[in-house]
């Protein structure tokens, strides 16, 4: 039916999980609705889009890969140099390998073919070319982990203003 934000006791967002699991926190106890769809499960119970937990959970720190797949995420499958969308896509070193250039988050950028033939082995100023936006990396985890899930289409729109980074 619908996928359900989840946030701590401090509201910072958590997980996502399915209506099935957030209406059992509901009803143990360990959980209350923040915001709801309108539509009623039993008379006085709305389906849930966004719940908070009655207890604080610590979560450790884990640092996010910068892997492919988060890159094109982080970039929202956008061409970082042309803003072309929907087309085969491919990841560009900003400083390229054979310059010193890292595998990092602040270094990697989505690309088209392209964009990425014609930029090459050359930094940006010497082909001329200028990033959409800078690369960064994402400062929360969840909420980059919640942000891909909604670039999937299994979010809502109400979910936006507890991702206040990614």
Same mark, same amino acid.
């Given at each position: 039916?619908?996928?359900?934000? *989840?946030?701590?006791?401090?509201s910072e967002?958590?997980?996502? +999980?399915?209506?099935?699991?957030? *209406?059992?926190?509901?009803?143990k106890?360990?959980?209350? *609705?923040?915001?709801h ?12 889009? *966004? ?14 890969s910068?892997n ?10 956008? +061409?970082?140099? +042309? @803003? ?15 310059? @010193?250039?890292?595998?990092?988050w602040?270094?990697l ?10 930029? @090459? ?5 010497e ?13 929360n ?12 289409g299994?979010?809502?729109? +109400? ?8």
């Open positions: 039916m619908s996928a359900v934000l *989840v946030l701590n006791n401090s967002p958590l997980h996502v +999980c399915d209506w099935r699991r957030a *209406v059992a926190l509901i009803v106890n360990r959980a209350e *609705v923040v915001e769809n309108g539509k009623m499960l039993a008379e006085d119970f709305p389906l849930p889009l *966004v719940i908070r937990l009655s207890n604080q959970v610590f979560v450790p720190y884990s640092p996010i910068p492919r797949h988060n890159i094109f995420a982080r970039d929202r499958q956008t +061409c970082q140099y +042309c @803003g072309g969308k929907g087309m085969e896509l491919t990841l560009d070193h900003v400083i390229p390998r054979s310059k @010193g250039g890292p595998d990092s602040e270094n950028v989505t690309a088209c073919h392209k964009c990425n033939g014609r930029k @090459g082995d050359q930094s940006l100023s082909s001329g070319m200028t990033l959409l936006a800078k690369p960064v990396r994402p400062r985890r969840m909420a980059f982990f919640i942000m891909k899930h909604r670039s999937k299994g979010a809502y729109e +109400c979910w936006s203003r507890y991702l206040q980074t990614a």
